[in-house]
């Protein structure tokens, strides 16, 4: 066995880097007019709603208490956005840089560590040169995961993809509900030219790639959208308070770039009891958790956690196959802070 070497101090930047999605109303028929397309403010709602959670338990043993809790009206104070009475199609807009790099931490206070791991890498891009994960990154991309719950219930979905850098004047325009987000396994020549670029990024052969993603729902006149929630960590229960804050940017309603992120990275398929457990591709992470469910679907106890990988990748020593090699570099391109305490 390989003697063990760690870095304290260990850290990668990420590699995929999305900006905020603006999002917009317009025409489906009209959707490449920019005079037509104008952006989506946040209203708010005051709504006398009922009560339809489950109540505690001491109330429950009080028939008196329990009546007149289930009949008092839940008035709430909230957040919502919605296409106005002449718009019938959502527009998403935002841009994703794509670096190089992956085989340079950030930040790394071991040069014996270093060696062993920038071969390692050296060693990854030269035998798969990263078109696996590209792959699945641009089918991400064109299956429009990332409009999350938007994407249910939409008659059309149009993803067009430019690319930025100068000298460059390569595009693509994908029809999203041709592709699974539940699998990479459609062959498509678009999809396979956008990987290649991805590819050829993250492998340092050109020095970065910039993309500019707009997409198009058509989800029905004046129908709800959804942009991303805020997370609200005063918990004040103050009369009045808002129960549900979405995110605004100068006003204009917007999903998160964490939330981009997070969808473009739904990529592993190789965590264990995928094909028992029918979750479908989860974002990478280094224990595979996917919050929404409560679960840890890469537990360290099951040995196929990032960690437990890494320590063996990183000082060269062969992995059981070439999966665990790409959650591997998968989990460095979404960067981290990945150093060994030396405290218990």
């Known amino acids: 066995m390989a003697k063990k070497i760690t870095a304290s101090v260990l850290a990668f930047e990420k590699k995929l880097v999305p900006s905020d999605a603006f999002m917009y109303g317009t025409n489906w028929a009209q959707k490449n007019d920019s005079k037509i397309k104008h952006p989506l403010a946040l209203k708010e709602k005051s709504v006398r709603g009922t009560i339809s959670n489950r109540l505690k338990k001491a109330l429950q043993s009080d028939p008196a208490k329990l009546d007149a809790e289930v009949e008092k009206a839940n008035l709430q104070r909230v957040d919502s956005c919605s296409l106005n009475t002449e718009q019938d199609t959502l527009a998403l807009t935002f841009t994703l840089k794509i670096l190089s790099g992956v085989e340079q931490p950030s930040a790394c206070n071991s040069e014996e560590f270093l060696q062993t791991y920038q071969q390692a890498a050296k060693d990854y891009i030269d035998e798969f040169g990263f078109k696996e994960l590209a ?15 938007n994407r249910i219930g939409a008659e059309q979905i149009e993803v067009q993809v430019k690319v930025l850098n100068q000298g460059s004047d390569a595009q693509w325009t994908f029809n999203a509900l041709d592709f699974s987000t539940r699998s990479f396994d459609s062959e498509d020549r678009q999809v396979e030219e ?8 993250l492998a340092g052969e050109t020095d970065f790639l910039l993309l500019e993603v707009n997409t198009f729902a058509l989800v029905g006149m004046a129908q709800d959208v959804y942009p991303s929630e805020e997370l609200v960590l005063d918990k004040s229960s103050a009369k009045g308070q808002k129960s549900k804050i979405l995110y605004a940017v100068d006003g204009q309603a917007a999903m998160h770039s964490q939330k981009i992120g997070n969808a ?20 990478v992470e280094p224990y595979g958790a996917v919050t929404n469910l409560g679960k840890a679907y890469r537990a360290p106890k099951q040995k196929a956690d990032f960690f437990t990988l890494f320590d063996r990748f990183a000082l060269g020593e062969e992995l059981d196959n070439a999966d665990e090699q790409h959650y591997v570099m998968a989990v460095l391109v979404r960067g981290g802070v990945f150093g060994e305490s030396g405290k218990d």
């Open 135 to 149: 792959r699945r990154y641009a089918t991400n991309l064109a299956n429009a995961r990332f409009l999350w719950r």
């Open 264 to 283: 473009l990275r739904c990529v592993d398929t190789w965590y264990p009891d995928y094909e028992e457990v029918n979750t479908g591709p989860i974002a």
């Open 194 to 201: 956008l990987a290649t670029q991805i590819a050829q990024a």
